[in-house]
T-cell receptor, first 114, second 113 residues
């Protein structure tokens, strides 16, 4: 069984640039959720994807967008990067059909915006 | 709006001592409650969850938590801490869709030899 994998693990960007982060869900999982974890804080829900559609969004602006592919993998895109976007971005996969099912997290992509 | 408060930013305990990490939540309906652990450089791992039934739930690694509706609390406990338990612990609340959970800011646990 393959766990959740995220890439890249670390990256550095400058203000105004765009970034794409990738996530491969755990084998068989059909739902992907993205979280932003700033230093010293808990994860904050960005959005969730199921059946290739966004299913719920947290308090994040439209420059945060995502995709889910037929194989359930997902991308998080952030445009017009700001310094405050520096954070650990976590992807979690789960089964949509299981209520309060366990979330399986990847190790995250650490983004630094200079 | 749902929210989670973890009052203790940092806790230090001696190895072998008991542990209790506090969590208070705000949620309009019956909550789904979770505790996660995050080791340095790692993602989060689910320790346990509560969504109905017995208010004392058992989890992995010898952890347990008790749901107290009257106090809006879901405190995590372990009778005897091991050095490998040093990590950051997050409490979370959510609806049936665990993927949309709201997390607290975490408690960092240090274990003294």
């Amino acid at each position: 069984e393959t766990g959740v994998t995220q890439s890249p693990t670390h990256l550095i960007k400058t203000r105004g640039q765009q970034v794409t982060l990738r996530c491969s869900s755990q084998s068989g999982h059909n739902t992907v959720s993205w979280y932003q974890q700033a230093l010293g804080q808990g994860p904050q829900f960005i959005f969730q994807y199921y059946r290739e559609e966004e299913n719920g969004r947290g308090n994040f602006p439209p420059r945060f967008s995502g995709l889910q592919f037929p194989n359930y993998s997902s991308e998080l895109n952030v445009n017009a990067l700001e310094l405050d976007d520096s954070a650990l971005y976590l992807c979690a996969s789960s089964f949509w059909e299981v209520a309060a099912g366990e979330l399986f997290f990847g190790e995250g992509s650490r983004l630094t915006v200079l | 709006a749902q929210s989670v408060t973890q009052p203790d930013i940092h806790i230090t305990v001696s190895e072998g001592a008991s542990l209790e990490l506090r969590c208070n939540y705000s949620y309009g309906a019956t909550p789904y409650l979770f505790w996660y652990v995050q080791s340095p450089g790692q993602g989060l791992q689910l320790l346990l969850k509560y969504f109905s039934g017995d208010t004392l739930v058992q989890g992995i690694k010898g952890f347990e938590a008790e749901f107290k509706r009257s106090q809006s609390s879901f405190n995590l406990r372990k009778p005897s801490v091991h050095w490998s338990d040093a990590a950051e612990y997050f409490c979370a609340v959510g609806a049936t869709n665990a993927g949309k959970s709201t997390f607290g800011d975490g408690t960092t646990l240090t274990v003294k030899p």
